[in-house]
Structures are given as structure tokens and as C-alpha cells.
Nanobody, 123 residues
Framework: QVQLVESGGGLVQAGGSLRLSCAAS????????MGWFRQAPGKEREFAAA????????YYQDSVKGRFTISRDNGKNTVYLQMNSLKPEDTAVYYC????????????????WGQGTQVTVSS
């Protein structure tokens, strides 16, 4: 069982930055691929970024490439999402998720989810 707790969301102006954190419970964090997903009002949850257990493989959704950076610190059981050059269309609830072993981009492939953190980007 893995428990995930996100933090770092908030209100920011367009062009600003935020860093989201996701703290995980458990002693085998490095065996889990981690993903960040987001859900805007009235829309389906969508993939944003994912990182393998070792950090050696990383995927991004095209709309966030070059602006978002996913990273992890296995010693702290934490995954991060650095978000720069934020746009109003990035407004959403951001969720982190964990999947045992291989990295994936589909939300249905993830087994554990956090409660989400709200990110609001004003124009």
C-alpha cells in the first residue's frame, strides 16, 4: 500500500512558477513509477508527466514540454513537478499517482492516487 500526499498548489499569475511535491509512504518508493495528472473543471483527467523509479526515463505531455520538469528524490520518497511559464490553461487539480515498476502515461495504469492540489493561473 502506498499513500500519496501532494502539496505546493496555489494561485499564480500567468508566466509565474510553482513547484508541486508529492510525498509517498513506504520503503520501496524507488520501485514505483510516478506520474502527475491534472483535471480541469468539466474535463477529463489528463496526463502531464511521468518518471520511472530510477529517474532514468521521463515522459511529458506535449503541452507542458519545455515548461514543466518532473523529478524525484528516492531518499526522501518524494516526487516533484516544477512548473514554469504557467498559462491560464494549466489551471486544474493536479494529482500524483504511483505505479509499481514500469512507467506509463495512462491514468488507468496507476494504482495509487493522492488527494490532489489545486493550481490556479490567472491571466
Amino acid at each position: 500500500q502506498v499513500q500519496l500526499v501532494e502539496s505546493g498548489g496555489g494561485l499564480v499569475q500567468a508566466g509565474g512558477s510553482l513547484r508541486l511535491s508529492c510525498a509517498a509512504s513506504g520503503r520501496t518508493f524507488s520501485r514505483y513509477a510516478m506520474g502527475w495528472f491534472r483535471q480541469a473543471p468539466g474535463k477529463e483527467r489528463e496526463f502531464a508527466a511521468a518518471i520511472s523509479g530510477s529517474g532514468g526515463s521521463i515522459y511529458y505531455q506535449d503541452s507542458v514540454k519545455g515548461r514543466f520538469t518532473i523529478s524525484r528524490d528516492n531518499g526522501k520518497n518524494t516526487v516533484y513537478l516544477q512548473m514554469n511559464s504557467l498559462k491560464p490553461e494549466d489551471t486544474a487539480v493536479y494529482y500524483c499517482a504511483a505505479r509499481y515498476r514500469s512507467i506509463e502515461t495512462k491514468s488507468g495504469e496507476y494504482d495509487y492516487w493522492g488527494q490532489g492540489t489545486q493550481v490556479t493561473v490567472s491571466s
